[in-house]
C-alpha cells in the first residue's frame, strides 16, 4: 500500500480526472513525485467502477482501492447488504475478508466482526478503509484464517466463508472441496465455533451437489443483480434438520423480484399449448431450480417440460418477464424471412442456437417484436411472435 496516494493533492488529482480516458492519461505520465502513473490509474479506474458497485466507498473521503481482480471478486454492496440480513448476533468472523465490504455490511448487524484476510497487503488496505468508513467494530486479523480459528477459544454467533477456486480448478465446473478454504473439510471445526455458517459460492456451482457436500442446510439463497446471478448463499445451522427454503432473488433498477420454495418438495405442474400471455422466469429462478414451484404456486401453465416457459388466459404478478402472446406460428425458416425483419429472440428448449436462426432467417436484432423459438406441449417446434408488458 503506497500511502502517498493519500495525500491531499494526489486524492485532488484522482478526483479531477474521474472521468478522463485513461490511455491518455497514462501516456502523460505521473506528475508526483512518489505515485506512479500506474497506480493513479488503477485508483482511478477503480473508483469509475466503485460509482456504482460500492457507492459508500466512491463517496468517502481517502478510500484506497486494492488491484483489478480484488476489486472484481469483491461483493457489491447491493449483495453484501442482501447477505447481512440473513444473519444477526453479537459476534461474526469472516474468514476470507479479503476488501471487507461483506465485513462492512456485517458489521451494521453484529457487535463486533472478525475480518480475516491471508493477503497481508489487502488486510491493511481493508483496514485503512474500515477507519475512513467509521467502522469501529470490526476487528482485522492477518493470515490463516482456519489456523486462527484452531489456535484461538473465542466462539462465535456466524462464520462467514467465501471460498475460492484452486488454481488448477479453473474453467471446470467445481465442487466446494476444490475450494480454499475445504468447506466440507472443516465443517467439524466450524461448528465447534459457532452455530450458524454462511458460505457464499460462484453461481456456476451445482445446488443439488453442494447440499450432498455439506450438512444442516437450512436455506440456499440465490442472488441475482439486473438478471445476472451473481452468488449462491448456503446458510447452515447445527443440527438442522429440516426441509431446505430456496429464496430467489433479482435487484432490479426500481424493483426488486423475490420467489421462494422448498428444495426437493413435490409438486406438479400443469402444461397448456400457449394462451394470452407468456412468463419468462428471471436468471435467479432459472439458476436455483423452482420451475414446477412456479407453476404451482402462482397457477400458470408449463408450455413444455424443458421450455421453462408459461402461460395463461389472466394476467398476474410474475418474477420475470411478461409478454402479449400476438401469434403462434410453426417453424418455418421462408415465413420468417418474408415477414419478420427486426426482432428480439430467445430460444428454450429449441436445437439451433440464436446466431444459428439470424443467420437463416436475415432478421436483425431489437426492436420491439420478441420472438421465443422453443418446442410446444406437442413436441413441435414454434414460434411465439410477442410484445413487452
Not at 465447534?192 to 459460492?201: G, H, P, T
Amino acid at each position: 500500500m503506497n500511502t502517498a496516494i493519500l495525500h491531499t493533492d494526489v486524492q485532488d488529482f484522482i478526483i479531477k480526472n474521474e472521468q478522463e480516458d485513461l490511455t491518455k492519461l497514462i501516456l502523460k505520465g505521473s506528475p508526483f513525485k512518489h505515485v506512479s502513473v500506474q497506480e493513479l490509474a488503477q485508483q482511478i479506474a477503480a473508483k469509475q467502477k466503485a460509482a456504482t458497485k460500492i457507492p459508500t466507498w466512491f463517496a468517502t473521503e481517502n478510500c484506497y482501492y486494492p488491484p483489478k481482480i480484488n476489486l472484481e471478486q469483491t461483493s457489491s454492496e447491493t449483495t453484501a447488504k442482501y447477505k447481512a440480513s440473513l444473519v444477526s448476533g453479537n459476534s461474526l468472523i469472516d474468514l476470507t475478508g479479503g476488501f471487507g465490504i461483506d465485513s462492512w455490511a456485517f458489521s451494521k448487524k453484529f457487535t463486533q466482526v472478525t475480518h480475516c484476510e491471508l493477503n497481508t497487503e489487502l488486510a491493511v488496505i481493508a483496514q485503512h478503509n474500515f477507519k475512513q468508513l467509521g467502522c469501529t467494530t470490526i476487528s482485522c486479523t492477518t493470515g490463516d484464517s482456519i489456523a486462527y480459528l484452531k489456535s484461538g477459544t473465542q466462539k462465535f454467533d456466524v462464520i462467514y466463508v467465501d471460498p475460492s477456486r484452486r488454481n488448477e480448478a479453473k474453467g471446470k465446473v467445481f465442487l466446494l472441496k476444490d475450494c480454499l478454504p475445504n468447506v466440507p473439510e472443516q465443517l467439524e471445526l466450524f461448528f465447534e465455533k459457532a452455530e450458524q455458517i454462511l458460505i457464499k459460492n460462484s453461481p456456476i456451482l451445482d445446488i443439488s451437489n453442494t447440499i450432498s457436500e455439506l450438512k444442516y442446510v437450512k436455506e440456499i439463497h440465490v442472488v441475482a443483480v439486473q438478471n445476472e446471478v451473481k452468488e449462491l448463499l448456503f446458510l447452515l445451522e447445527k443440527n438442522y434438520t429440516g426441509a431446505i427454503g430456496i429464496q430467489s432473488i433479482n435487484y432490479q433498477k426500481d424493483t426488486t423480484q423475490l420467489f421462494q420454495f422448498e428444495f426437493k418438495t413435490a409438486v406438479t405442474a400443469t402444461y397448456s399449448l400457449p394462451k394470452t400471455y407468456l412468463y419468462e422466469p428471471n436468471a435467479a429462478i432459472l439458476k436455483a431450480g423452482g420451475f414446477y414451484a412456479v407453476s404451482a404456486q402462482l397457477q400458470l401453465d408449463k408450455l413444455q417440460q424443458h421450455a421453462h416457459l408459461y402461460t395463461s388466459d389472466t394476467l398476474v404478478a410474475f418474477p420475470g418477464r411478461v409478454f402479449t402472446i400476438t401469434q403462434v406460428v410453426s417453424y418455418d425458416k421462408k415465413w420468417l424471412k418474408k415477414y419478420i425483419k427486426k426482432a428480439n429472440i430467445t430460444t428454450r428448449n429449441f436445437p439451433e442456437s440464436v446466431a444459428s436462426i439470424r443467420k437463416k432467417t436475415g432478421i436483425k436484432d431489437g426492436g420491439t417484436l420478441y420472438l421465443f423459438f422453443t418446442t410446444n406441449l406437442e413436441n413441435n417446434l414454434c414460434v411465439l411472435v410477442c410484445t413487452r408488458l
